[in-house]
């Protein structure tokens, strides 16, 4: 017992000498140090030893703005170095410091205490008794080094593990239990009894015999069991030497609780009950406060019914949905589970379904009060704010179908045009009796073409018109959507900087943290209370933060709301009284709400994706494209009216070229506003323009065939007009003359046609023919798309006349159609001559053909290739029979010749007489240079003859009478042919009549 008071008085000595020993330590510094002047100021911000030793040693936090030894910058070798000794020393401290450095006394350092054996004292009385301690268990326990100790030990040690294995290992283990069968036989092994049980004095001995073992056994362990309690009696009674101070500290331990206790009882009447009622009182506030929003919140949920109505009843469609999103949201968020409101959600729902109905039968009405309106109206929209507010809640609801809708009031609206138009046409003309012809293809075809004409320019006016509004229309709903797109892609980049955000600011949560309950005081004061109440401040944390984000949310969101209802135009200047009171009486209701109009999230949720919106802009455009199409499809319908009779193939160029250049005209200007080529009405017009050209040609034909079969051939009189026409040709103009009036001069007509300085024998069918391909150009102009047709009809109007005029005069035809007694050679030089001036003008034509084509259509131009060359075959023709008339003359005359006078003779006679009436016949008809040509010809074949004859009389050149006569003939013969206009220096070259073949 002693020695465990002494051992446990150790930690109080030890904290007892410990303050000992710091005031004796810094009593005993202070009667030593002395006052130091501080040095400059070197290096104030240099750092320093931050800990400090048993002693006052430097310091940072007191040391920081003085001088010390540590903020030494200077190498101590060169410093202890003296440059004034003379002679150095080798030794190795001397030679690196100085020889200051063995010499100079130390002095003490004024920072270290002087330490002597007082300062021991307490650690020396402490240690004193533990080493008493030590040494008395060294005498009871001996030590493991001593050989003595340790050989007894390990002999003791031994001779106890030899006695512990004579018992049997299964008294060792430590599931050892008797009532276990298989260890009772074991450990009684009673086999043994049954196999020694007809003696009993066996068995008795047997038991007695297993009684002394298990008795040898007990010994042995109760043995070893004594021997370890004898070498640790020490401890045991040092244990049980402990336990009477044990339990003294433990009464002074109850009476220490038993105070405390009391003074906590004290306390907790004094400090706790009144600020913990304090508490639960301001707990008590904040449900009441919190259950008084509830009931605010549920009677604002309770007027929304009412207030939908009465949105419904000024058609704010986009009011009543919002208002509808707001309370579904709050009944599944503030107000989930509320009994009285069990109901309001399918109720909701169903009214949300019929606002779609009321919206799509509304947007309905709209399209049709909206085309089928009076054109006298200016507003190019109807109710422009209507329609927005309309297309942004379809757009919300997610019903996008409502273009088909306008599609099909687009159609109905365009046959209405037509059918007004008409009605009102008709019942303008007193000729047509609407009752009797009811229907009206009919009635306009009972009208002549200039009321036809003007009533489809009345259609023309209207529909143009008709597109521009659908134009305006469809650009206030690309509008509205495209704006709808623009608010969803910002609202999704701004979701996602925010999320970047939230990832990038996570390191500094912790200040943020501070600042947000710096800047609230509040937050504080009510995590607080909620933490007493078992809340974890992080979930009150959260439930602030929730708070504040709400309140945000409260203000984007109202931001957004308004921000829709300046696009959708809910605050439009039509607005009724109603209207305003009725938006006033949302607001109130929908204020109410918690969050106000927080249906930011549930309405971009609620919106389509930008891919839908894509594609209704696309549609948006489609529907015009549509509505032109539509358009020029009634239209064709009206032309195709009108043609069934096949009245427009009857229409003059005139008409019909009024008629294209109307069309032309309203198919540019639609395509100008809608930005599509539409190709329903010009390819009507382009079949009605291929029937024209039909009718146009083959009228044509007919007359240049009745002009041909009346055509006597002979020279026509050219009237001054066409030899204007001729001269407007020459200078560039492929058109047709404007009439003159008749109080203009006539003048005479030629016997000539001029052109480009030649004159021209022409007949009146190629005066006329000249006229009619004019025309054929004047329609180009007029009407360019059909210039490959009318192309192509020119040169079988061409080809006509050439194969027509080559029958009549080439192949006598004109004998039996117009009874010419025969064909003469001025017929032939005639017909020649008209051949020679269409071929001029073929050129001249294809010219003009080729500036109204395209160059992937330049390959039809060869048709006027194989017209010219048709042409110089037919007048090469035309000549050749020229030169055979003479030639089969000459062969008929020359045969009858005879070289005998008198001179000249009378064949020779004969044939100049039929030279001059060629020459008579062709010379006013021919230019000069084909004259000279053909009777170069001519002359050939009287030279061939003449020398047949010749030398079948046998007359050679050998100066003979008969050679004299000859010369005289053929003399003859030069002289009448070169007395011929134009043949006077024409090289006959009779001396080839001599030429002898060799």
């Known amino acids: 017992m002693a020695s465990g008071h002494s051992s446990s008085s150790v930690p109080h000595s030890s904290r007892g000498s410990s303050d000992g020993f710091y005031r004796k330590g810094q009593e005993h510094s202070s009667r030593h140090y002395r006052s130091v002047c501080p040095l400059p100021d ?15 040693g430097p310091s940072v936090v007191a040391d920081q703005h003085r001088w010390t030894i540590y903020s030494s910058k200077v190498n101590l070798p060169a410093a202890l170095n003296d440059p004034r000794l003379a002679k150095r ?14 010499e100079t006394e130390v002095m003490p350092s004024f920072y270290l205490p002087i330490i002597t054996k007082e300062h021991f004292a307490p650690y020396l009385q402490e240690m004193s008794q533990k080493e008493k301690i030590h040494e008395r268990c060294r005498a009871i326990c001996p030590n493991k080094d001593d050989p003595d100790s340790v050989s007894s030990i390990t002999h003791n040690h031994e001779k106890a593990r030899t006695e512990l294995e004579q018992v049997p290992k299964i008294f060792m283990r430590p599931d050892f239990v008797l009532n276990d069968p298989v260890t009772f036989n074991a450990v009684l092994p009673w086999s043994h009894f049954s196999v020694a049980a007809s003696g009993k004095n066996r068995d008795a001995s047997s038991s007695r015999l297993l ?33 009477h101070e044990l339990q003294d500290r433990l009464q002074k331990t109850t009476h220490a609780v038993a105070k405390l206790r009391s003074r906590m009882a004290n306390m907790e009447r004094v400090m706790c009950e009144g600020p913990l009622k304090a508490l639960q009182q301001t707990l008590t ?7 008084h929003s509830k009931l605010k919140l549920m009677a604002a949920v309770h007027q929304t019914q009412p207030t939908v109505q009465l949105l419904l009843s000024t058609s704010e469609f986009v009011g009543a ?108 003309i007193d000729e047509i009796d609407a009752d009797v012809v009811m229907k009206l293809p009919d009635q306009m075809r009972l009208m002549v073409f200039c009321q036809w004409f003007e009533l489809l320019q009345d259609i023309f006016e209207h529909f143009i018109l008709f597109l521009k509004r659908i134009k305006a229309t469809l650009s206030v709903i690309r509008c509205v959507v495209l704006e709808v797109l623009d608010s969803s892609q910002r609202s999704r980049l701004t979701a996602e ?70 696009v959708c135009g809910s605050d439009s200047a039509s607005a009724t009284t109603e209207s305003s009171s009725s938006r006033e009486h949302t607001s109130n209701t929908t204020s109410a709400l918690p969050g106000g109009l927080n249906t930011g999230l549930s309405s971009e949720d609620m919106m389509p994706s930008d891919l839908e919106l894509g594609r209704v802009a696309n549609n948006v455009q489609e529907l015009l494209y549509t509505a032109s199409d539509v358009s020029h499809d009634r239209c064709v319908k009206v032309l195709m009216a009108r043609a069934k009779d096949g009245s427009l193939e009857r229409l003059s160029s005139a008409e019909f070229v009024c008629l294209s250049q109307e069309v032309e005209g309203f198919v540019k200007e639609t395509e100008e506003l809608c930005g599509r080529r539409s190709v329903s009405l010009r390819g009507a017009l382009q079949s009605q323009a291929n029937r024209f050209v039909h009718r146009f040609h083959e009228e044509r034909k007919n007359k240049l065939s009745l002009l041909l079969d009346n055509e006597r051939w002979k020279q026509a009189e050219v009237p001054a007009e066409f030899q204007d026409l001729v001269n407007s040709i020459a200078d560039g103009r492929i058109t047709l003359p404007d009439r003159k009036t008749s109080g203009t001069e006539e003048r005479k007509p030629s016997d000539y046609l001029t052109v480009d300085g030649q004159r021209y024998a022409v007949v009146g069918t190629v005066l006329l023919l000249i006229r009619i391909f004019l025309e054929y150009c004047q329609c180009v102009n007029d009407i360019p798309s059909i210039a490959t047709d009318m192309l192509t009809r020119l040169s079988d109007f061409l080809k006509h006349f050439n194969s027509r005029s080559c029958q009549l005069v080439l192949g006598a035809g004109a004998l039996q159609v117009v009874g010419l007694k025969t064909i003469t050679t001025k017929n032939l030089a005639l ?27 330049y390959s039809v131009l060869r048709h006027f290739d194989h017209i010219t060359k048709d042409y110089n075959d037919h007048i090469a023709e035309i000549s050749a029979k020229l030169v055979a008339i003479m030639d089969s003359l000459f062969e008929k005359v020359l045969l009858k010749y005879e070289v005998k006078a008198p001179m000249p003779s009378i064949c020779f006679r004969n044939i100049c007489k039929q030279m001059a009436k060629m020459h008579e016949a062709i010379s ?39 050679h004299g006569l000859v010369v005289v003939d053929v003399a003859f013969y030069t002289e009448n042919v070169q007395v011929l206009r134009s043949l006077e220096r024409l090289d006959l070259n009779m001396a080839e009549i001599w030429e002898q073949k060799r």
């Open 211 to 243: 009684q002394e073992k298990l008795s040898h056994y007990l010994d042995v362990v109760e043995v070893c069991i004594a021997r370890q309690i004898s070498l640790r009696s020490e401890a045991f009674f040092h244990a049980m030497s402990s336990q």
């Open 497 to 566: 900087g925010r999320e970047r955000a939230g990832l990038g600011g996570e390191g500094d949560h912790e200040e943020e943290e501070e600042e947000r309950l710096e800047g609230h005081p509040r937050v504080g004061t009510e995590l607080a209370y909620l933490t007493h109440e078992g809340m974890f401040i992080s979930d009150a944390l959260n439930e602030a933060e929730t708070q504040q984000e709400t309140q945000q949310e409260t203000r984007s969101a109202a931001m957004q709301m308004q921000a829709r209802r300046d």
């Open 89 to 102: 020393e080798s030794d190795f401290f001397t030679k690196t410091w100085g020889l200051d450095f063995a």
């Open 321 to 428: 949905l919002e208002l509808i999103a707001t309370t579904k949201e709050v009944l599944q968020q503030e107000l989930q589970g509320i009994h009285s409101f069990r109901h309001l959600g399918s109720q909701l729902c169903e009214m949300e379904r019929l606002i779609d109905k009321m919206m799509v039968a509304d947007f309905t009405t709209y399209a049709k009060s909206d085309l089928n309106r009076p054109f006298e109206e200016d507003s190019q929209v109807l109710e422009k704010d209507r329609l927005q507010s309309l297309v942004f809640g379809l757009l919300r609801q997610r019903k996008l179908d409502f273009l088909d809708i306008y599609s099909e009031e687009i159609i109905q609206a365009a046959k209405g045009i037509v059918r007004q138009s008409v009605l009102r046409t008709v019942s303008q």
């Open 42 to 56: 070197v290096c104030p911000k240099e750092p320093s030893v931050e800990t400090r030793g048993l002693c006052d």
């Open 285 to 291: 506030r904040s449900n009441c406060v919190r259950l």
């Open 924 to 962: 006013d008809l021919l230019p000069e240079e084909q004259t000279q040509m053909l009777f170069l010809r001519i002359n050939a074949g009287f030279k061939m003859h003449l020398k047949k004859q010749l030398s079948k009389l046998g007359v050679v050149n050998d100066g003979a009478p008969q």
């Open 831 to 857: 017909v020649s001559r008209c051949l020679q001036l269409v071929v001029h003008y073929i050129p001249i034509i294809r010219a003009h053909f080729e500036t109204k084509l395209q160059p992937k259509q």
